[in-house]
């Protein structure tokens, strides 16, 4: 499928070009979500600029704006809305396509609600038929009848999109897409589909070109990267070889050895999918950073149990032993649910205690929300909101206590720092990260970007470091 579509994608974009040439057209794209969305939303950028549309990022100036949408939590559906109305008036205005795609399109009840109360919106695209963009804009330029174009199935893994990357040292790469592990609280398997991995070889050259281009550091994506091809290995389903790699741990030792490369981080891994093989490539691996991120949800073992996450309490603490043994240097974050339906006081102390024991380097925590269509909307017990809050300011304070702690432990300390840029917050300072991701500024200048430097670091604040260079 994907070669001949791919060629009907690049016509379609070029008929589009066609129809914008000297007209000076403008885009608007708006991301929510995660890092799959950010570098979908790459790819959008990279279909609209190849269809002569250069961004903006004022909205009343845009012929065009595209939402890229997330459902993970409610407050990510309700930004949407909120934005839906306040482009309603560019559309009057000018007459501006707009455009939504994303995770949220794959709801049918958000499908039927845009339907119904914004009936100014013009394409309504799926997670599986992001490719198909340039057509559905196509249609809309000859004939503005609304087109929804949302596909259940999962989509096929499309190569050869143009893309627009956001950034010039730093870049994602999605190695699978979709989710086979349904725990009960989350609504990413309904509207990504299942896992699906891309071949190694597609994999390693868009990396070995982004070398080419300077780019120092690459993220991988997948809402489960460590299963990376584990479908295919586990159903003897077969797949094109090249240079070795058959799992995520040879992956991560196939782009460890692209020059150029300097540093290598993924997200998500499960840790029920955390094999030692993928340990050993950690600590092999020069350029794997040593800072994982190692998803809780929850620290209590029945609570874990009702979120079908297939790990107990203790067997997330032995792995992180396991961890912390094996990798010098290691360093953890992690992401934590409260208020899970039926959590107790006592079971959110066991989500306290492991965040305790593990003193990690940063908490994602986020409150419960309830996602239609998902096991969890249904348990009984669900926790009343205030509760939900209390608990979540409690781990919070926990959290913040632990990283301030941290945060003095780095001052006098050398770190390696790979400088991104200028300061977004002070654009007389540059700024950096450690392998541990954490934010470094420093005085410098601009021929430091892209470059690795060892820094002291003289002061820390809360979300930051200060460092000088030795
Ligand atoms: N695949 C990744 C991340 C998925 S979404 C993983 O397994 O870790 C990112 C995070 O959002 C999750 O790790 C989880 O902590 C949070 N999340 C997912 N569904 C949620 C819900 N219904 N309510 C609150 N947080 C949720
Ligand atoms: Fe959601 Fe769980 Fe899949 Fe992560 S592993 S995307 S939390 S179902
Ligand atoms: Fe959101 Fe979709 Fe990512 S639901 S978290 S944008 S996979």
């Not at 503005?144 to 730093?170: C, F, H, S």
């Not at 969890?376 to 990283?403: S, T």
Request: net charge positive.
């Amino acid at each position: 499928m994907t070669k001949v579509d791919i060629n009907k994608q690049l016509e379609d974009m070029q008929k589009v070009a066609k129809l914008n040439e000297n007209k000076n057209p403008k885009y608007s794209i708006l991301t929510m979500g995660c890092q799959l969305n950010e570098n979908d939303s790459e790819k959008l950028c990279g279909m609209m600029e190849k269809m002569n549309y250069k961004k903006t990022e004022n909205l009343s100036e845009a012929n065009l704006i595209v939402f890229n949408t997330c459902c993970v939590r409610e407050n990510a559906e309700d930004k949407l809305l909120g934005k839906l109305g306040e482009v309603k008036k560019y559309k009057e205005e000018k007459d501006t396509i707009i455009a939504i795609g994303g995770c949220m399109m794959q709801e049918n009840h958000i499908v039927e609600k845009i339907k119904q109360s914004y009936p100014y919106v013009d394409i309504i695209f799926g997670t599986h038929t992001l490719h198909q963009f340039p057509t559905d804009l196509y249609k809309i330029l000859c004939n503005r009848k609304r087109i929804e174009d949302v596909l259940d199935i999962d989509g096929e893994i499309i190569e050869g999109l143009p893309i627009t990357r956001n950034d010039k040292i730093k870049a994602s790469v999605t190695i699978m897409n979709g989710c086979n592990n349904f725990c009960s609280y989350c609504i990413v398997p309904y509207v990504r589909g299942r896992e699906r991995s891309r071949k190694p070889k597609d994999i390693l050259q868009e990396i070995n070109i982004l070398a080419k281009q300077g780019y120092k550091e690459i993220t991988l994506l997948g809402q489960n990267v460590n299963s990376y091809l584990k479908t295919e290995r586990e159903n003897n389903i077969e797949f094109e070889q090249y240079n070795g790699v058959n799992s995520f741990a040879s992956l991560l030792r196939a782009i460890n050895k692209i020059d150029g490369i300097e540093r290598i981080r993924f997200v998500s891994p499960h840790p029920k999918d955390f094999t030692d093989d993928v340990i050993e490539a950690i600590k092999d691996c020069s350029k794997v950073c040593k800072l994982v991120h190692l998803p809780l949800q929850a620290g209590n073992t029945n609570i874990l149990k009702m979120m079908n996450r297939k790990y107990t309490k203790e067997q997330y603490l032995n792995l992180v032993e396991k961890m912390k043994l094996q990798i010098p240097n290691l360093t953890l974050s992690t992401d934590i649910i409260v208020g899970f339906p039926g959590e107790t006081e006592k079971d959110f102390e066991d989500t306290l205690d492991v965040v305790k024991k593990v003193d990690f380097e940063q908490v994602y925590m986020f409150i419960y929300s309830r996602r239609k269509g998902t096991p969890g909307d249904k348990m009984e017990n669900q926790i009343p909101e205030e509760i939900k809050h209390k608990r979540f300011n409690k781990l919070k304070e926990l959290v913040e206590g632990q990283i301030a702690i941290k945060n003095k432990k780095y001052v006098g300390t050398i770190q390696k720092v790979l400088i991104e840029g200028r300061s977004k917050n002070n654009n007389n300072m540059l700024s950096g990260r450690t392998d541990s991701n954490k934010v470094v500024i420093l005085e410098g200048r601009n021929e430091l970007i892209g470059k690795m430097v060892d820094l002291k670091i003289v002061s820390e604040h809360m979300w930051y470091l200060k460092g000088e260079i030795i």
